[in-house]
Nanobody, 119 residues
Framework: QVQLVESGGGLVQPGGSLRLSCAASGSIGSITAMGWYRQAPGKERELVASIISGGSTNYADSVKGRFTISRNNARNTVYLQMNSLKPEDTAVYYC?????????????WGQGTHVTVSS
């Protein structure tokens, strides 16, 4: 079992910045990748950024150059630094962890944190 707790969301003006945090606990050693997804009202959940155990990262085209995913292994925490925020970045942001064990693969989700970009 893996537990994920997000924090850092809030209201920010266009052009502003926010940093989201996702603290993982439980079976940390089974995590193979972590990522951030978002879901805007009336839209499907979409991948924003991901980072695998080896450190490679992947970003949605819409956030490339503005968002950065990183991790602190000592704190079992993954961050999403969001700069130059736009109103279209408004969504609920979810932390995600992919795990692999002898029992099989499983995906875990956090509870989500709201990000609102508005003047």
């Amino acid at each position: 079992q893996v537990q994920l707790v997000e924090s850092g969301g809030g209201l920010v003006q266009p052009g502003g910045s926010l940093r989201l945090s996702c603290a993982a606990s439980g079976s940390i050693g089974s995590i193979t990748a972590m990522g951030w997804y978002r879901q805007a009202p009336g839209k499907e959940r979409e991948l924003v950024a991901s980072i695998i155990s080896g450190g490679s990262t992947n970003y949605a085209d819409s956030v490339k150059g503005r968002f950065t995913i990183s991790r602190n292994n000592a704190r079992n925490t993954v961050y999403l630094q969001m700069n130059s925020l736009k109103p279209e970045d408004t969504a609920v942001y979810y932390c995600n962890a992919d795990t692999a064990t002898v029992s099989g693969n499983r995906v875990y989700w956090g509870q989500g944190t709201h990000v609102t970009v508005s003047s």
